[in-house]
Protein backbone atom coordinates (compact mmCIF):
# COMPACT_ATOMS: atom_id res chain seq x y z
CA UNK A 1 0.00 0.00 0.00
CA UNK A 2 2.03 2.98 -1.16
CA UNK A 3 -0.41 5.67 0.11
CA UNK A 4 0.04 9.28 -1.37
CA UNK A 5 2.94 9.52 -3.89
CA UNK A 6 4.84 12.83 -5.69
CA UNK A 7 6.59 13.09 -8.21
CA UNK A 8 8.93 14.66 -9.02
CA UNK A 9 10.48 15.13 -5.61
CA UNK A 10 12.43 18.03 -6.75
CA UNK A 11 12.50 20.12 -9.20
CA UNK A 12 14.09 23.01 -10.93
CA UNK A 13 12.55 25.50 -13.34
CA UNK A 14 13.06 28.84 -14.74
CA UNK A 15 10.65 31.53 -14.69
CA UNK A 16 7.81 31.53 -16.70
CA UNK A 17 8.34 27.53 -17.47
CA UNK A 18 5.18 25.19 -17.14
CA UNK A 19 5.12 21.99 -15.41
CA UNK A 20 2.76 19.56 -13.57
CA UNK A 21 3.65 18.18 -10.34
CA UNK A 22 1.71 14.31 -9.51
CA UNK A 23 -0.32 13.24 -7.16
CA UNK A 24 -1.48 9.68 -6.78
CA UNK A 25 -3.05 7.80 -4.11
CA UNK A 26 -4.32 4.38 -3.87
CA UNK A 27 -6.84 4.11 -0.59
CA UNK A 28 -9.72 5.06 -3.11
CA UNK A 29 -9.72 8.48 -0.96
CA UNK A 30 -12.37 11.02 -2.34
CA UNK A 31 -10.91 14.31 -1.07
CA UNK A 32 -7.82 15.77 -2.08
CA UNK A 33 -6.30 18.73 -1.71
CA UNK A 34 -2.73 20.39 -2.59
CA UNK A 35 -1.06 22.81 -0.04
CA UNK A 36 2.37 24.62 -0.59
CA UNK A 37 4.66 25.33 2.69
CA UNK A 38 6.73 28.34 3.11
CA UNK A 39 8.65 29.16 6.55
CA UNK A 40 6.71 30.15 9.08
CA UNK A 41 3.74 29.96 7.10
CA UNK A 42 2.30 27.03 8.19
CA UNK A 43 0.43 24.69 5.02
CA UNK A 44 -1.88 26.55 2.58
CA UNK A 45 -4.77 25.49 0.60
CA UNK A 46 -4.44 25.72 -3.16
CA UNK A 47 -6.66 23.49 -4.56
CA UNK A 48 -8.85 20.85 -3.36
CA UNK A 49 -11.36 18.25 -4.96
CA UNK A 50 -13.86 16.21 -3.29
CA UNK A 51 -14.09 13.60 -6.28
CA UNK A 52 -13.24 12.92 -9.70
CA UNK A 53 -14.93 15.75 -12.34
CA UNK A 54 -15.19 18.07 -8.44
CA UNK A 55 -12.40 20.25 -7.61
CA UNK A 56 -12.73 23.99 -6.22
CA UNK A 57 -10.18 26.85 -5.23
CA UNK A 58 -8.67 26.94 -1.46
CA UNK A 59 -6.82 29.79 -0.11
CA UNK A 60 -3.53 30.88 -2.67
CA UNK A 61 -5.13 29.27 -5.90
CA UNK A 62 -3.48 32.33 -8.62
CA UNK A 63 -0.77 30.73 -11.03
CA UNK A 64 -2.24 27.21 -10.37
CA UNK A 65 -4.21 25.22 -12.07
CA UNK A 66 -5.58 21.65 -11.02
CA UNK A 67 -8.70 19.00 -12.41
CA UNK A 68 -9.21 15.33 -10.84
CA UNK A 69 -10.56 12.71 -14.15
CA UNK A 70 -10.05 9.83 -11.77
CA UNK A 71 -10.18 8.76 -8.59
CA UNK A 72 -6.31 8.12 -7.81
CA UNK A 73 -4.97 11.32 -9.65
CA UNK A 74 -4.66 14.69 -8.56
CA UNK A 75 -2.44 16.87 -10.54
CA UNK A 76 -1.21 20.38 -9.90
CA UNK A 77 0.07 22.88 -12.63
CA UNK A 78 2.01 25.45 -12.82
CA UNK A 79 0.93 27.29 -15.90
CA UNK A 80 4.10 30.19 -15.69
CA UNK A 81 6.13 29.67 -12.83
CA UNK A 82 7.18 32.71 -11.09
CA UNK A 83 9.99 32.86 -8.31
CA UNK A 84 7.34 33.71 -5.54
CA UNK A 85 6.35 29.85 -6.42
CA UNK A 86 9.68 28.53 -4.99
CA UNK A 87 7.80 26.51 -2.42
CA UNK A 88 7.44 22.78 -0.86
CA UNK A 89 4.03 21.22 -2.38
CA UNK A 90 2.36 18.60 -0.41
CA UNK A 91 -0.75 16.61 -1.90
CA UNK A 92 -3.24 15.08 0.33
CA UNK A 93 -6.14 12.61 0.54
CA UNK A 94 -8.87 11.05 3.10
CA UNK A 95 -11.62 9.35 3.28
CA UNK A 96 -14.13 12.07 4.64
CA UNK A 97 -14.24 15.70 5.16
CA UNK A 98 -13.29 14.72 9.02
CA UNK A 99 -10.98 11.94 8.26
CA UNK A 100 -7.01 11.96 9.02
CA UNK A 101 -5.45 13.17 5.88
CA UNK A 102 -2.89 11.34 4.24
CA UNK A 103 -0.10 13.45 3.17
CA UNK A 104 3.01 12.52 0.26
CA UNK A 105 6.17 13.29 1.08
CA UNK A 106 6.22 16.47 -1.30
CA UNK A 107 7.64 18.17 -3.79
CA UNK A 108 10.72 20.82 -3.33
CA UNK A 109 10.21 23.10 -6.04
CA UNK A 110 12.69 26.25 -7.31
CA UNK A 111 11.95 28.67 -9.45
CA UNK A 112 15.12 30.60 -10.86
CA UNK B 1 -13.44 33.22 10.05
CA UNK B 2 -11.94 30.03 11.06
CA UNK B 3 -8.00 30.47 12.50
CA UNK B 4 -5.44 28.92 14.47
CA UNK B 5 -2.90 30.02 16.49
CA UNK B 6 0.65 28.69 17.80
CA UNK B 7 1.64 31.10 19.79
CA UNK B 8 5.18 29.02 20.45
CA UNK B 9 7.42 28.82 17.42
CA UNK B 10 9.95 26.29 19.60
CA UNK B 11 9.44 24.35 22.67
CA UNK B 12 12.70 22.64 24.22
CA UNK B 13 12.05 19.85 26.69
CA UNK B 14 14.71 17.66 28.43
CA UNK B 15 14.38 13.96 27.68
CA UNK B 16 11.55 12.46 30.28
CA UNK B 17 10.21 15.63 31.37
CA UNK B 18 6.11 16.40 30.15
CA UNK B 19 5.90 18.50 27.18
CA UNK B 20 3.34 20.85 26.14
CA UNK B 21 2.65 22.05 22.79
CA UNK B 22 0.16 24.91 22.55
CA UNK B 23 -2.79 25.87 20.20
CA UNK B 24 -5.92 28.20 20.23
CA UNK B 25 -8.63 28.58 17.52
CA UNK B 26 -11.25 30.41 16.37
CA UNK B 27 -14.35 29.12 14.94
CA UNK B 28 -17.76 30.29 14.57
CA UNK B 29 -19.62 27.13 15.31
CA UNK B 30 -18.00 23.76 16.55
CA UNK B 31 -14.48 22.72 16.03
CA UNK B 32 -12.77 20.06 14.72
CA UNK B 33 -9.42 20.00 15.35
CA UNK B 34 -6.17 18.13 14.71
CA UNK B 35 -2.59 17.39 15.49
CA UNK B 36 -0.04 16.65 12.85
CA UNK B 37 3.86 15.77 12.69
CA UNK B 38 6.38 16.34 10.69
CA UNK B 39 9.50 15.35 10.37
CA UNK B 40 12.51 16.40 8.44
CA UNK B 41 11.64 15.92 4.63
CA UNK B 42 8.38 14.22 5.06
CA UNK B 43 4.91 14.92 4.94
CA UNK B 44 2.77 15.55 7.54
CA UNK B 45 1.63 12.55 9.96
CA UNK B 46 -1.56 12.30 11.30
CA UNK B 47 -1.58 12.24 15.28
CA UNK B 48 -4.85 12.86 16.48
CA UNK B 49 -8.40 14.85 16.36
CA UNK B 50 -11.10 15.86 17.87
CA UNK B 51 -14.53 15.75 16.72
CA UNK B 52 -16.91 15.44 19.89
CA UNK B 53 -17.02 13.75 23.12
CA UNK B 54 -14.57 13.24 25.61
CA UNK B 55 -12.34 16.84 25.97
CA UNK B 56 -9.16 14.35 26.66
CA UNK B 57 -8.18 12.87 23.25
CA UNK B 58 -5.45 9.77 23.09
CA UNK B 59 -3.25 9.51 19.88
CA UNK B 60 -0.51 7.84 18.12
CA UNK B 61 2.84 7.99 20.36
CA UNK B 62 2.08 8.28 23.51
CA UNK B 63 0.55 12.00 22.59
CA UNK B 64 -2.68 13.60 24.18
CA UNK B 65 -4.49 16.70 23.32
CA UNK B 66 -7.07 18.36 25.78
CA UNK B 67 -9.77 20.24 24.20
CA UNK B 68 -10.99 23.29 26.17
CA UNK B 69 -14.26 25.33 24.82
CA UNK B 70 -14.01 27.56 27.29
CA UNK B 71 -10.33 28.92 26.50
CA UNK B 72 -10.64 27.96 22.48
CA UNK B 73 -7.67 25.60 22.96
CA UNK B 74 -6.58 22.23 22.38
CA UNK B 75 -3.10 21.68 23.62
CA UNK B 76 -1.30 18.58 23.08
CA UNK B 77 0.60 17.04 25.59
CA UNK B 78 2.97 13.95 26.23
CA UNK B 79 3.69 12.85 29.99
CA UNK B 80 7.42 11.82 29.04
CA UNK B 81 9.18 12.99 26.23
CA UNK B 82 11.61 11.07 23.89
CA UNK B 83 14.64 12.44 21.96
CA UNK B 84 12.38 11.21 19.21
CA UNK B 85 9.70 13.26 19.55
CA UNK B 86 11.66 15.81 18.34
CA UNK B 87 9.71 17.32 15.11
CA UNK B 88 7.59 19.93 13.69
CA UNK B 89 4.04 19.92 14.61
CA UNK B 90 0.66 21.64 13.36
CA UNK B 91 -2.44 21.82 15.20
CA UNK B 92 -5.12 22.32 12.55
CA UNK B 93 -9.60 23.25 12.54
CA UNK B 94 -12.13 22.81 10.54
CA UNK B 95 -15.45 24.14 11.15
CA UNK B 96 -18.49 21.56 11.69
CA UNK B 97 -21.12 22.38 8.79
CA UNK B 98 -18.79 25.14 6.61
CA UNK B 99 -19.20 24.43 3.14
CA UNK B 100 -16.14 24.62 2.23
CA UNK B 101 -15.32 21.28 1.92
CA UNK B 102 -11.66 19.97 2.14
CA UNK B 103 -10.76 22.49 4.13
CA UNK B 104 -8.27 22.35 6.95
CA UNK B 105 -6.80 25.42 8.43
CA UNK B 106 -3.31 25.27 10.14
CA UNK B 107 -1.51 26.93 12.28
CA UNK B 108 2.20 28.34 11.29
CA UNK B 109 3.81 25.38 13.22
CA UNK B 110 5.57 24.54 16.55
CA UNK B 111 9.33 22.89 16.48
CA UNK B 112 9.77 20.88 19.09
CA UNK B 113 13.12 20.10 20.26
CA UNK B 114 13.78 17.41 23.29
CA UNK B 115 17.39 17.50 23.99
CA UNK B 116 18.64 14.52 26.15
Known amino acids: NAGVTQTPKFQVLKTGQSMTLQCAQDMNHEYMSWYRQDPGMGLRLIHY???????DQGEVPNGYNVSRSTTEDFPLRLLSAAPSQTSVYFC???????????FGDGTRLSIL | AQSVAQPEDQVNVAEGNPLTVKCTYS??????LFWYVQYPNRGLQFLLKYITGDNLVKGSYGFEAEFNKSQTSFHLKKPSALVSDSALYFCAVREEGRSTLGRLYFGRGTQLTVWP
Open chain 1, 49 to 55: SVGAGIT
Open chain 2, 27 to 32: VSGNPY
Open chain 1, 92 to 102: ASSQGRNQPQH
